[in-house]
């Protein structure tokens, strides 16, 4: 795998940027719900957004698969903003 650029962080940027708002936040049927679908939701409760059903082949998609993805949100701005700020440090 190549290195990241300045070029590729600019582009992972824009990708977060062009998502929803965030926060997202990951509603599991049994874990944190009694009753209906598991889905991520987007937004702050002032604010909701909508929200985003993820499924594979066989089905919806795991616990784990729909807190990654909705945890990504808020992860990859700060792992961007991480690299630039120890980047500037060896400038």
Same mark, same amino acid.
């Given at each position: 795998?190549?290195?990241?650029?300045?070029?590729?962080?600019?582009?992972?940027?824009a990708r977060t940027s062009a998502a929803l708002d965030g926060p997202w936040?990951? &509603?599991? %049927?049994?874990? @944190?719900?009694? =009753?209906?679908?598991?889905?991520?939701?987007?937004?702050?409760?002032?604010?909701?957004?909508?929200?985003?059903?993820?499924?594979?082949?066989?089905?919806?998609? &795991?616990? %784990?698969?729909? @807190?990654?993805? =909705?945890?990504?949100?808020?992860?990859?701005?700060?792992?961007?903003?991480?690299?630039?700020?120890?980047?500037?440090?060896?400038a």
């Open positions: 795998m190549a290195d990241l650029d300045d070029e590729d962080l600019e582009a992972i940027s936040w990951t &509603s599991w %049927e049994g874990r @944190d719900h009694s =009753s209906g679908d598991s889905f991520i939701g987007t937004g702050s409760d002032g604010d909701r957004g909508p929200d985003i059903c993820v499924t594979t082949d066989d089905g919806p998609a &795991s616990m %784990e698969t729909l @807190d990654f993805i =909705s945890n990504a949100r808020q992860d990859i701005p700060r792992l961007v903003a991480e690299v630039k700020r120890l980047r500037s440090l060896h």
